[in-house]
């Protein structure tokens, strides 16, 4: 467990702790890389590599799709993004479990918090009713209080939006929890909600310099409830050389 710079708001007892899904609580590559490429084979454009397509995952399902026809050299715009997005929400939602996998230490961490009162939450730009549906499957919709996925009207992350719903929800503020995840995209929505962020370096983190901005980065989800256990041991004056931007105003 490697701190990292630099830091949010960190409670000094943290209540609630917030996860990504993709990359976080679930390994979604296979069964994404899956679908594209059936999506891919509509247009007649080859396959991608697990690797490739891991790389694609973040910011939603219609980015995969914009990035894996960049790819492929047959880019989407307009209507025909919209027309490739449909379709590839039409396919995933038949591959939504078949290959995913929990990740490492996700069932263990999320049982450990809650046996120690911590109330949970999952944020996640994938579509809602896919989010329910796996989380549903992986036998972890029971421990949660909130599960926010993408849906209109909501922006998402890294827009604070979906953080501040599920806290919310959940009837703790900002200052009383943490955000784990896998990508800067996940820190960035922390930070603008108010929160600490807690980085996984075994999900989907694209680059060092993302995780160099969580407050603190862990392996895999077993060092998870270590993780949140020492901000809320610690506090925010007495972790090392880590400086705290200032919470944005929210309206």
């Not at 995209?185 to 962020?197: M, S, T, Y």
């Not at 862990?218 to 050389?241: D, H, K, N, Y």
């Amino acid at each position: 467990m490697t701190p990292a710079r630099p830091l949010g708001n960190v409670p000094e007892r943290p209540r609630a702790v917030l996860f990504d899904l993709d990359g976080t609580l679930i390994d979604s590559a296979p069964d994404l890389r899956a679908s594209i490429n059936i999506l891919l084979r509509q247009y007649e454009l080859g396959s991608l590599s697990l690797e490739r397509v891991r790389g694609m995952i973040g910011n939603g399902i219609k980015m995969l799709v914009e990035r894996a026809f960049d790819s492929c050299g047959h880019p989407l715009v307009g209507e025909e993004l919209d027309a490739g997005y449909a379709a590839m929400l039409d396919i995933y939602s038949g591959h939504l479990t078949t290959f995913t996998r929990p990740m490492p230490g996700a069932r263990a961490a999320i049982r450990l918090l809650h046996a120690k009162g911590f109330r949970m939450g999952v944020v996640t730009n994938k579509q809602q009713a896919a989010t329910e549906r796996i989380l549903d499957h992986f036998a972890l919709t029971p421990f949660l209080g909130a599960v926010i996925g993408g849906s209109p009207g909501m922006n998402p992350k890294p827009a604070p939006d979906m953080l501040l719903r599920a806290l919310d929800r959940l009837g703790v503020e900002p200052g009383d929890a943490v955000m784990v995840g896998d990508s800067g995209i996940d820190v960035e929505a922390a930070h603008n909600a108010g929160l600490p962020a807690v980085i996984v370096l075994n999900g989907y983190m694209r680059s060092s310099e993302e995780a160099a901005k969580a407050a603190v980065t862990i392996a895999s989800l077993e060092e998870c409830p270590a993780a949140v256990g020492a901000i809320w041991m610690f506090g925010r004056e007495r972790l090392p050389q880590l400086a705290r931007p200032q919470r944005p105003t929210r309206d």
